[in-house]
């Protein structure tokens, strides 16, 4: 069983929108610090969009504040990242990341769990 799995990337417009999920299974969803990070070719992850297991703390890398949104469904065990007005630079691997560790900005320390990945590709 493979405890995220990250879906909804694809090739989209500049200025158009996705929606990714992150589903998780075979572990207490609600306890843990969510977080969605980015890989562009040739460079570092780094974090995105992170949200806390309460729900009500969310950090945003500047460069997609105001333009991605994360929630988190503890319902669903799942977390999510609207993303709008995209732009060529948002392209990357996205991957989601669960921790009860949780590092700079509230986002989960890296030492927990990581999904597969899903590709965002923006064109311009």
């Known amino acids: 069983e493979v405890p995220l799995v990250e879906s909804g990337g694809g090739l989209v417009q500049a200025g158009g929108s996705l929606r990714l999920s992150c589903a998780a299974s075979?572990?207490?969803?609600?306890?843990?610090?969510m977080g969605w990070f980015r890989q562009a070719p040739g460079k570092e992850r780094v974090g995105v969009a992170c949200?806390?297991?309460?729900?009500?703390?969310?950090f945003y890398a500047d460069s997609v504040k105001g333009r991605f949104t994360i929630s988190r469904d503890n319902a669903k065990n799942t977390v999510y990242l609207q993303m709008s007005s995209l732009k060529p630079e948002d392209t990357a691997v996205y991957y989601c990341?669960?921790?009860?560790?949780?590092?700079?900005?509230?986002?989960?320390?890296?030492?927990?769990?990581w999904g597969q990945g899903t590709q965002v590709t923006v064109s311009s």
């Open positions: 075979g572990f207490s969803f609600n306890d843990y610090t």
């Open positions: 990341a669960a921790d009860l560790r949780v590092g700079s900005y509230g986002c989960p320390m890296g030492l927990g769990y």
């Open positions: 949200i806390s297991s309460s729900d009500d703390n969310t």
